[in-house]
């Protein structure tokens, strides 16, 4: 069971904007930033955003990310079929004095 | 560019140590500006944290591992290391080591990661 909850799976078209929830609590989200990290199988995750909407250099600005309470989303825009892959939020948690993840979302170009 | 690559057994006997290190090239890891974490991942599951390590030995461990959980550091080799003792099944999974930025002098993100190690758990 991961301490931040996203749905397992999404699924999209190419053009579509797709986006994925991440719901945490007060002691995590609701308090510290968020980050979304992208894995294709077999690979590393590769951090997509960090500090709740800053991309690191050489991602895509199709990809982007938001905060508000204890919840946060990333959207992809104008999806293409390299996207999917799973998707990992993580946030600081004051409670654990750690990163948490959350379970990952498995995305699905149609 | 910086690289992390891990190294060690691939097949650890339940009961016994799991041991890891990860040497880290391109950068030196007692620059002072980074954490430097290990993060596993079971086959088919998500992923969890399992500590953290400045250059001056200061640590953060996952509460749910702490108690079985040494991470040291070797400034002189540029490598820092894991030790999870008592290991079962359970503890099967592929194991990254990563570079965490400094947020108000805790560990913050994670944007250099190795390219993982799985180690197995069986007798």
């Known amino acids: 069971q991961s301490v931040l909850t996203q749905p397992p799976s999404a699924s999209g078209t190419p053009g579509q904007r797709v986006t994925i929830s991440c719901s945490g609590s007060s002691s995590n989200i609701g308090s510290n930033y968020v980050y979304w990290y992208q894995q294709f199988p077999g690979t590393a995750p590769k951090l997509l955003i960090y500090r709740n909407n800053q991309r690191p250099s050489g991602v895509p600005d199709r990809f982007s990310g938001s905060k508000s309470g204890t919840s946060a989303s990333l959207a992809i825009s104008g999806l293409r079929s390299e996207d999917e892959a799973d998707y990992y939020c993580a946030a600081w948690d004051d409670s654990l004095s750690g990163p948490v993840f959350g379970g990952g979302t498995k995305l699905t170009v149609l | 560019q910086l690289q992390l690559q891990e190294s060690g057994p691939g097949l650890v006997t339940p009961s016994e140590t799991l041991s890891l290190t990860c040497s880290v090239s391109?950068?030196?890891?007692?620059?002072?500006?980074?954490?430097w974490g290990w993060i596993r991942q079971p086959p088919g599951k998500g992923l969890e944290w399992i500590g953290s390590?400045?250059?001056?030995?200061?640590?953060y461990y996952n509460p749910s591992l702490k108690s079985r959980v040494t991470i040291s550091v070797d400034t002189s080799k540029n490598q820092f290391s894991l030790k999870l003792s008592s290991v079962t099944a359970a503890d099967t999974a592929v194991y990254y080591c990563?570079?965490?930025?400094?947020?108000?002098?805790?560990?913050?993100?994670?944007?250099?990661w190795g390219q993982g190690t799985l180690v197995t758990v069986s007798s």
């Open positions: 391109g950068g030196s890891i007692s620059s002072g500006s980074y954490y």
């Open positions: 390590i400045y250059y001056s030995g200061s640590t």
């Open positions: 990563a570079r965490a930025e400094l947020d108000g002098g805790l560990p913050d993100y994670f944007d250099y």
